[in-house]
């Protein structure tokens, strides 16, 4: 293992935080091509607009502590929960482990010095900040905050009088982001691979980020062309979602859900790829069935194409597309199975350190199943008609994508933290943080499960007297959560300050990221690596290790 010292005695060695180039301060990020400060820039924004988004749903659930209005209207209620939904989807959970924990790993996992395309990589950045300022300016102007939802559903985008434009140019524009962030990918993944390393010996990050790559290359655009559409409609009334003017609403339904089904899959599968990271690391272990869960990723990607009419069981499509889609459904979750299996495998007979990242990993496998169990009760016909459009849905759609993702982020965060910014934080107050988070979320988001098979409908401001002794028990659990992610966020700020330094290898990870220092230089290698095994085989590690340095 390289002593930092060392190599900057030999006058190689300049992590990428003291580099002085051309531009100093503030205008030296904000001008960087270099991948591992623009991963840096994403991830500070991303937490940013993810407190911004936890204090509208907190809010949100303050209105629900009682049946009536207690501190918001209707009309307020409706725009919080649309610019929480618009904040948490496209500004934290689609970007936020590939663009943030992405950009930073992903060429310095397969041996490279940077993304393929720098300056586009840069560009990317640009376009996220301006779009998700533009969605929070939207709060602020023209008739007030977009009460239509986050899925924006015509026809009654078309004719709110609320701002529409300005929050669907903002999703526009944070889908070139998306696009050009997997073209760098793709790109970056085919071409500056270091040599020796095969596509079967890149690690399983790198592989869900590829997945994801390519949804988000023929996805995306699906979105921003029904964004266009849209926008044309409020203008012109050219009809083509508004049935008044012989437009169809169930064709934005369809166009809507081609792209934002598999974007259920952006967000989750690069998540899945940190857990296959982090599983092997603390079991002291191979990781078990790589070539089935680097398949299982592309499966995930292709069959998740083809399940959107899911989401419209209830909008009157014909009964032979109804159970193909519910057959689909069904499918899509056999590849997720290959993952959960393989990494439960990985940990038999282990000799597991159960450190922060892990527990955050046994928490995801916990949540993500109940998750992903109660997605066959919705992609089953018959139970989705009563759950449809009920807190069943919602509670659903958290477990996977908070319970999924965003804890997978925060796995990510205490796994690479060290790596990122050479400090080690205090593990006791992280697990404190972590547990009250667990008990907070099951308390708040399975009350959710209850309340659906109640009948207590989605997006409603107020609610029947029967439902409020389980809406303030899902209030305290928001509560309790909460304060385990202000916990958490406050030990890894304390940490950045004060913090032991960290060494290279804090864990024993055994990919290519662990053999330079932290943080890593700025060319991330001193010489570019050739790679003789997988990124998991530990009884090669130390050789791989000498051959780099």
Same mark, same amino acid.
């Given at each position: 293992?390289?002593?930092?010292?060392?190599?900057?005695?030999?006058?190689?060695?300049?992590?990428?935080?003291?580099?002085?180039?051309?531009?100093?301060?503030?205008?030296?990020?904000?001008?960087?091509?270099?991948?591992?400060?623009?991963?840096?820039?994403?991830?500070?924004?991303?937490?940013?607009?993810?407190?911004?988004?936890?204090?509208?749903?907190?809010?949100?659930?303050?209105?629900?502590?009682?049946?009536?209005?207690?501190?918001?209207?209707?009309?307020?209620?409706?725009?919080?929960?649309?610019?929480?939904?618009?904040? *948490?989807?496209?500004?934290?959970?689609?970007?936020?482990?590939?663009?943030? @924990?992405?950009?930073?790993?992903?060429?310095?996992?397969?041996?490279?010095?940077?993304?393929?395309?720098?300056?586009?990589?840069?560009?990317?950045?640009?376009?996220?900040? %301006?779009?998700?300022?533009?969605?929070?300016?939207?709060?602020?102007?023209?008739?007030?905050?977009?009460?239509?939802?986050?899925?924006?559903?015509?026809?009654?985008?078309?004719?709110?009088?609320?701002? +529409?434009?300005?929050?669907?140019?903002?999703?526009?524009?944070?889908?070139?982001?998306?696009?050009?962030?997997?073209?760098?990918?793709?790109?970056?993944?085919?071409?500056?691979?270091?040599?020796?390393?095969?596509?079967?010996?890149?690690?399983?990050?790198?592989?869900?980020?590829?997945?994801?790559?390519?949804?988000?290359?023929?996805?995306?655009?699906?979105?921003?062309?029904?964004?266009?559409?849209?926008?044309?409609?409020?203008? @012109?009334?050219?009809?083509?979602?508004?049935?008044?003017?012989?437009?169809?609403?169930?064709?934005?339904?369809?166009?809507?859900? %081609?792209?934002?089904?598999?974007?259920?899959?952006? *967000?989750?599968?690069?998540?899945?790829?940190?857990?296959?990271?982090?599983?092997?690391?603390?079991?002291?272990?191979?990781?078990?069935?790589?070539?089935?869960?680097?398949?299982?990723?592309?499966?995930?990607?292709?069959?998740?194409?083809?399940?959107?009419?899911?989401?419209?069981?209830?909008?009157? *499509?014909?009964?032979?597309?109804?159970?193909?889609?519910?057959?689909?459904?069904?499918?899509? #979750?056999?590849?997720?199975?290959?993952?959960?299996?393989?990494?439960?495998?990985?940990?038999?007979?282990?000799?597991?350190?159960?450190?922060?990242?892990?527990?955050?990993?046994?928490?995801?496998?916990?949540?993500?199943?109940?998750?992903?169990?109660?997605?066959?009760?919705?992609?089953?016909?018959?139970?989705? +008609?009563?759950?449809?459009?009920?807190?069943?849905?919602?509670?659903?759609?958290?477990?996977?994508?908070?319970?999924?993702? %965003?804890?997978?982020?925060?796995?990510?965060?205490?796994?690479?933290?060290?790596? *990122?910014?050479?400090?080690?934080?205090?593990?006791?107050?992280?697990?404190? #943080?972590?547990?009250?988070?667990?008990?907070?979320?099951?308390?708040?988001?399975?009350?959710?499960?209850?309340?659906?098979?109640?009948?207590?409908?989605?997006?409603?401001?107020?609610?029947?007297?029967?439902?409020?002794?389980?809406?303030?028990?899902?209030?305290?659990?928001?509560?309790?959560?909460?304060?385990?992610?202000?916990?958490?966020? +406050?030990?890894?700020?304390?940490?950045?300050?004060?913090?032991?330094?960290?060494?290279?290898?804090?864990?024993?990870?055994?990919?290519?990221?662990?053999?330079?220092?932290?943080?890593?230089?700025?060319?991330?290698?001193?010489?570019?690596?050739?790679?003789?095994?997988?990124?998991?085989?530990?009884?090669?590690?130390?050789?791989?290790?000498?051959?780099?340095?």
């Amino acid at each position: 293992m390289a002593d930092n010292a060392a190599v900057a005695g030999n006058g190689n060695y300049v992590d990428f935080y003291n580099y002085k180039g051309k531009y100093s301060g503030i205008a030296g990020w904000l001008l960087s091509v270099d991948h591992k400060r623009i991963g840096l820039m994403y991830l500070y924004s991303m937490v940013t607009f993810f407190l911004i988004g936890m204090t509208l749903g907190f809010f949100m659930r303050l209105e629900l502590w009682s049946t009536g209005q207690d501190i918001m209207g209707p009309q307020t209620y409706n725009a919080l929960f649309t610019l929480h939904g618009i904040i *948490m989807i496209f500004l934290v959970i689609i970007p936020g482990i590939p663009a943030g @924990f992405g950009n930073f790993f992903l060429p310095i996992q397969i041996g490279a010095e940077d993304v393929s395309f720098p300056k586009l990589n840069l560009t990317s950045w640009y376009l996220y900040t %301006i779009g998700g300022l533009m969605a929070v300016v939207s709060l602020f102007v023209g008739g007030g905050p977009i009460d239509t939802g986050w899925t924006f559903y015509a026809p009654y985008s078309i004719r709110t009088g609320t701002e +529409v434009i300005l929050p669907l140019l903002a999703a526009f524009i944070l889908g070139f982001s998306s696009i050009l962030t997997g073209l760098n990918f793709v790109t970056t993944v085919h071409r500056l691979r270091a040599p020796g390393m095969s596509f079967f010996k890149m690690p399983l990050f790198v592989w869900s980020l590829y997945s994801t790559a390519w949804i988000q290359i023929i996805g995306t655009p699906v979105i921003g062309i029904t964004i266009i559409l849209v926008m044309l409609e409020r203008a @012109f009334g050219i009809g083509v979602f508004d049935p008044a003017l012989g437009g169809d609403p169930i064709l934005f339904q369809h166009l809507f859900w %081609i792209y934002s089904h598999p974007a259920v899959y952006i *967000m989750i599968l690069p998540a899945m790829g940190v857990v296959s990271e982090i599983i092997p690391t603390f079991c002291r272990k191979t990781i078990f069935g790589y070539g089935a869960i680097a398949m299982s990723s592309l499966a995930i990607a292709f069959v998740g194409t083809l399940v959107w009419g899911h989401h419209m069981f209830t909008s009157g *499509m014909s009964d032979e597309a109804r159970w193909i889609y519910s057959f689909l459904t069904f499918i899509v #979750a056999l590849p997720s199975g290959v993952k959960i299996f393989n990494w439960v495998a990985t940990m038999h007979k282990a000799s597991i350190k159960p450190e922060t990242p892990f527990l955050f990993v046994m928490a995801f496998i916990f949540l993500f199943s109940i998750g992903g169990l109660t997605g066959l009760v919705l992609g089953s016909l018959a139970t989705d +008609v009563h759950l449809h459009d009920t807190y069943f849905v919602v509670a659903h759609f958290h477990y996977v994508m908070f319970g999924g993702t %965003i804890f997978i982020f925060f796995a990510g965060l205490h796994y690479w933290f060290p790596k *990122m910014f050479g400090r080690m934080y205090n593990s006791k107050i992280a697990n404190t #943080a972590l547990a009250l988070m667990v008990v907070g979320f099951n308390m708040l988001y399975f009350t959710f499960f209850i309340l659906g098979y109640l009948g207590m409908p989605r997006r409603y401001y107020d609610y029947l007297p029967e439902f409020q002794d389980l809406h303030r028990f899902a209030t305290v659990g928001s509560w309790v959560m909460i304060l385990g992610i202000i916990i958490m966020i +406050v030990n890894l700020i304390v940490a950045l300050r004060k913090g032991d330094k960290a060494p290279a290898n804090p864990w024993g990870g055994m990919t290519l990221e662990w053999t330079v220092p932290s943080p890593p230089p700025l060319t991330n290698f001193t010489k570019i690596p050739t790679v003789k095994y997988g990124p998991y085989e530990y009884e090669h590690y130390e050789e791989v290790v000498n051959n780099e340095h």
